[in-house]
């Protein structure tokens, strides 16, 4: 199937040869067709199968297919989105494949100045992406009128509700015209994303790319086992011996990106750290530097990393363990984007081996182990457990061994993951 064969208009169509696309991803073939037609969609897709022009481009074309109902400055699209980050990439998608139509488009997102947004609100905009608390920031201002509302999409939802938006998203929904289309995308289906889809969507489209929770076919994955006390001179010997170029790499705490960026920075490898406490330009900054070859390593957090779009980004090294399994497949889902080839690597102490069983459990899938000479796991696990970066924690029973090798599994006590988020 071509782009060419969904009946888009020519514009867009323009504007989707302009970025050298010519054939629609799995999630574009099934979503597009259904939003043109009307539907509300649910749709299981993870950052990188292409969802954000699978919505935007339906969404495009109908604002600009119809008789042109905007009869002031209200906007007729709202994008509800959890993180800054992501609202300024679907903004950047909206203006990109909206180029050669008369629809404008504005992000509003926290942590920058209200008035230029309350500026390019008022000018007037057909389609808005917003996170959910700079949003109500507007309505309780009155600087946002959202009755005018004809499609409604909620990006991320697993990630929303992580991150604490529930509530806001409630009130906003209230604010809405009840008769609408409904979009909702998220990656994960916890029992209160399916209450959230219930309560929202009208028969919706069901639209399921992978299977849930499983990471990209094109990734590789690769667990090294190490002791935690070698990770920083394993990394440096990684770096050296493979002759990475680009390479996103994830710690659990903003002071541990930051002390690991410092240490490559030492060693010659040039890095940055994106964490929720660096400004809005210093992390727009380090992304630009990062994309143009000036930086070879990031250093992020799971929350900062969230929106990073970058089309070929050839490896990522969780240097820390997520001990909220759906991170990792979040992670390992910034390579192997596209259709192109990945490589995930996990270098995993004795304190996370726990957590990488857990992962492998919700992926389904075995993790080749891999030891570097030089730096092999001692026999017996060092005292010092993990400390758990997010969410309180209890104690549980040790899970079933997923196929290692090795026998030494005396690591601090396992850690649920059911914690909260904070960020
Ligand atoms: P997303 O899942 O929306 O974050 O998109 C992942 C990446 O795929 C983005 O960098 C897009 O520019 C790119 N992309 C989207 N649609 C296509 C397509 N049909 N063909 C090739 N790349 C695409």
């Known amino acids: 199937m071509q782009f060419t064969d969904l009946g888009l208009k020519a514009e867009l169509l323009r504007a989707i040869s302009e970025q050298g696309y010519d054939t629609p991803t799995p999630i574009q073939q099934k979503a597009i067709p259904a939003v043109m037609a009307g539907h509300d969609l649910m749709a299981s897709a993870q950052t990188g199968t292409g969802k954000t022009a699978g919505f935007t481009l339906p969404i495009l074309h109908r604002l600009a297919s119809g008789p042109n109902t905007r009869t002031s400055k209200?906007?007729?699209v709202l994008v509800l989105v959890p993180t800054r980050e992501l609202a300024i990439q679907v903004e950047v998608s909206v203006s990109t494949y909206g180029k050669h139509l008369p629809i404008n488009s504005v992000a509003v997102f926290g942590g920058v100045g209200i008035n230029p947004?309350?500026?390019?609100?008022?000018?007037?905009?057909?389609?808005?992406?917003?996170?959910?608390?700079?949003?109500?920031?507007?309505?309780?201002?009155?600087?946002?009128?959202?009755?005018?509302?004809?499609?409604l999409v909620l990006d991320e939802a697993d990630r929303m509700l992580d991150m604490g938006f529930i509530r806001d998203i409630r009130k906003l929904?209230?604010?809405l015209p009840k008769q609408r289309q409904n979009l909702m995308f998220s990656a994960t289906f916890s029992?209160?994303?399916?209450?959230?889809?219930?309560?929202?969507?009208?028969?919706?489209?069901s639209v399921d790319v992978a299977a849930r929770n499983t990471a990209a076919e094109t990734v590789t994955q690769r667990v090294i086992e190490t002791n935690r006390e070698q990770k920083k001179d394993l990394l440096l010997h990684l770096f050296e011996t493979r002759g990475w170029n680009q390479v996103l790499i994830f710690a659990r705490t903003k002071h541990g990106a930051d002390a690991l960026s410092k240490h490559l920075d030492k060693a010659g490898i040039k890095s940055a750290a994106l964490h929720g406490n660096k400004s809005q330009g210093a992390r727009t900054r380090a992304l630009a530097d990062f994309?143009?070859?000036?930086?070879?390593?990031l250093v992020a957090t799971d929350i900062a990393a969230r929106g990073i779009d970058i089309d070929s980004l050839p490896y990522v090294i969780n240097y820390e363990i997520p001990n909220i399994s759906e991170d990792y497949v979040h992670r390992i889902g910034?390579?192997?984007?596209?259709?192109?080839?990945?490589?995930?690597?996990?270098?995993?102490?004795?304190?996370?081996?726990?957590?990488?069983?857990?992962?492998?459990?919700?992926?389904?899938?075995q993790i080749e182990r891999e030891v570097v000479e030089g730096f092999e796991p001692s026999a017996i696990a060092p005292p010092r457990p993990v400390q758990?970066?997010?969410?309180?924690?209890?104690?549980?029973?040790?899970?079933k061994s997923a196929g290692q090798k090795t026998t030494q599994n005396r690591g601090g006590p396992q850690q649920h993951r059911s914690g909260t988020r904070h960020h």
Not at 140 to 146: C, E, H, I, S
Not at 191 to 205: F, M, Q, Y
Not at 291 to 297: H, N, R, S
Not at 388 to 399: I, L, V, Y
């Open 74 to 76: 209200r906007p007729r």
């Open 117 to 151: 947004q309350i500026a390019a609100l008022r000018r007037g905009v057909d389609i808005l992406v917003a996170t959910p608390g700079r949003l109500l920031d507007h309505v309780q201002q009155r600087t946002v009128d959202l009755s005018g509302i004809e499609i």
């Open 173 to 175: 929904i209230a604010l």
């Open 191 to 205: 029992p209160d994303i399916r209450e959230l889809a219930s309560g929202l969507l009208t028969n919706p489209v």
């Open 291 to 297: 994309k143009d070859g000036k930086l070879v390593a």
């Open 334 to 365: 910034r390579t192997g984007r596209a259709g192109m080839e990945g490589e995930a690597i996990s270098l995993v102490g004795h304190d996370e081996r726990g957590f990488m069983r857990d992962i492998e459990r919700l992926i389904k899938r």
């Open 388 to 399: 758990p970066q997010r969410g309180a924690r209890k104690p549980s029973a040790p899970s």
